[in-house]
């Protein structure tokens, strides 16, 4: 576990502006004897007021987290399917079109969702994964992937193999990594002069709308806003020339940088960051706000919960997602009040849920007696 007490972005001291009390590893699915051997941490977000990134204050080790038992298979959702061939439709439109012999390098590439797009098509790939079980698929797909963890030695480890990228991709792992200046300092180092880096993540302004806390996991390190990664990248010679709202992860937030100066940029930034300061994600006042709204949210769905058992009804888990992990948890959600959680993922069926021990079954077993609720 790593603990911070200051910023990880700016090295301002944090603290952190609520709890959602002990957590487990959101995919660390597992079985009745592993249950003594649980690992578990706080999860504790804080924002920081100098430069504005959310972020949980401690983190377990990224070796628990990814390895080669990592749960999640992007290519499992068809939704994302699709929302992944138009990522990379857009890169070959909208970047690569009429470059000689490009190269593209995908973070946390998975099962190769993204890449699959530019292999088929015979472009130059790498996609950089750590959890060796879902590169393996990729690679069985003919996928040129590496198991490792991205950041500055890596970085220069690719620029001397295969030479700068004319594109770098990202889908819902950069948020995941904590030493953004080193990912940052390897992405600048990366890329051409005239490459871009294009990454989207769940987006703050959507979370504090919403009261959307599940976004809040241990993978989940940061959440970020416009605001926070104009800065942060800043800092690093990357300038952030355009944002695309996504409604991928309940809303997220795609973002496209350059080498500072190479490109214009574009009016959606500054209009973005106007909605930002309209929101009050700058403000203090703002967490402590969404800090209430996450107790009254866990308020309401407990005493339905509880209402729904006192009847005898059957309520079942529909989708055993790393999201819910910090739900059950921090509402204190039984094997009383959800009868089972039904997943499609092979890897998570016949195992426990993360601290919450709710037995995760086939969706077979949802069709088979439909239950009363879907939680
Ligand atoms: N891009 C996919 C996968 C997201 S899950 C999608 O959007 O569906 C995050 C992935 O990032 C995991 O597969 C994890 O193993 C990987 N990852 C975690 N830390 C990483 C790092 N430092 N460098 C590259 N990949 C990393
Ligand atoms: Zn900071």
Same mark, same amino acid.
């Given at each position: ?14 603290? +952190?502006? /609520? $709890?959602?009390?002990? /957590? ?19 999860? %504790?977000?804080?924002?920081?007021s100098a430069c504005g990134m959310f972020q949980i204050m401690e983190q377990p080790e990224p070796e628990k987290m990814f390895h080669e038992q990592y749960a999640f298979f992007s290519s499992t959702s068809r939704h994302m399917q699709a929302?992944? &061939?138009?990522? +990379?439709?857009?890169?070959?439109? @909208?970047?690569?079109?009429?470059? %000689?012999? !490009? ?25 950089? &994964?750590?959890? =060796?079980?879902?590169?393996?698929? +990729? ?8 198991? &490792? ?36 300092? @390897? ?5 051409? !002069? ?13 979370? =504090? ?13 940061? =959440? ?9 990248? %800043?800092?690093?010679?990357? &300038?952030?020339?355009?944002? /695309? ?13 350059? !080498?500072? @100066? $190479? ?19 700058? *403000? ?19 005493? /339905? ?5 006192? *009847? ?7 989708? %055993?997602?790393?999201? $819910?992990?910090?739900?059950t948890n921090y509402c204190g959600i039984t094997p009383d009040h959800v009868e089972f959680i039904s997943d499609t993922t092979p890897i998570k069926q016949g195992k426990l849920s993360p601290g919450a ?11 088979? *007696? ?6």
């Amino acid at each position: 576990m790593v603990a911070v007490s200051r910023c990880r972005v700016c090295d301002t001291p944090i603290n +952190a502006f /609520m $709890s959602f009390g002990r /957590m487990p590893i959101a995919n660390g699915f597992l079985t009745a004897n592993e249950i003594p051997n649980e690992y578990f941490f706080e999860l %504790a977000p804080a924002f920081c007021s100098a430069c504005g990134m959310f972020q949980i204050m401690e983190q377990p080790e990224p070796e628990k987290m990814f390895h080669e038992q990592y749960a999640f298979f992007s290519s499992t959702s068809r939704h994302m399917q699709a929302h992944f &061939e138009g990522f +990379a439709n857009a890169v070959l439109e @909208g970047v690569l079109a009429g470059r %000689a012999d !490009p190269f593209v390098v995908e973070l946390g590439s998975n099962d190769g969702i993204m890449l699959r797009h530019f292999q088929s098509r015979g472009i130059r790939h790498l996609g950089i &994964e750590p959890s =060796i079980n879902v590169a393996d698929v +990729a690679r069985g797909h003919g996928i040129n992937t590496i198991s &490792e963890f991205f950041g500055r030695k890596l970085a220069d480890d690719i620029v001397a193999e295969h030479g700068h990228a004319d594109a770098i991709l990202a889908a819902n792992v950069m948020c995941h990594i904590p030493d953004l200046p080193g990912v940052a300092d @390897g992405v600048q180092r990366l890329l051409k !002069p005239d490459g871009v880096f294009i990454f989207e993540d769940p987006y703050l302004g959507d979370m =504090i709308a919403k009261t959307s806390y599940d976004q809040i996991y241990d993978e989940h390190v940061f =959440i970020f806003s416009v605001n926070s990664v104009a800065r942060a990248f %800043a800092m690093h010679g990357l &300038e952030l020339i355009d944002v /695309m709202p996504q409604t991928t992860h309940g809303g997220s937030m795609r973002y496209v940088l350059a !080498p500072k @100066g $190479s490109r214009v940029v574009s009016a959606a930034v500054g209009d973005a960051l106007a909605k930002e300061r309209a929101q009050g994600l700058d *403000q203090g006042a703002t967490y402590l706000r969404f800090k209430q709204n996450c107790e009254a949210s866990r308020g309401l769905l407990m005493q /339905m919960l509880e209402k729904l058992r006192g *009847q005898g009804k059957r309520v079942v888990g529909y989708g %055993a997602t790393s999201k $819910s992990t910090t739900v059950t948890n921090y509402c204190g959600i039984t094997p009383d009040h959800v009868e089972f959680i039904s997943d499609t993922t092979p890897i998570k069926q016949g195992k426990l849920s993360p601290g919450a021990h709710i037995p995760v079954k086939p969706y077979t077993e949802f069709t088979r *007696q439909y239950p009363d609720y879907a939680l």
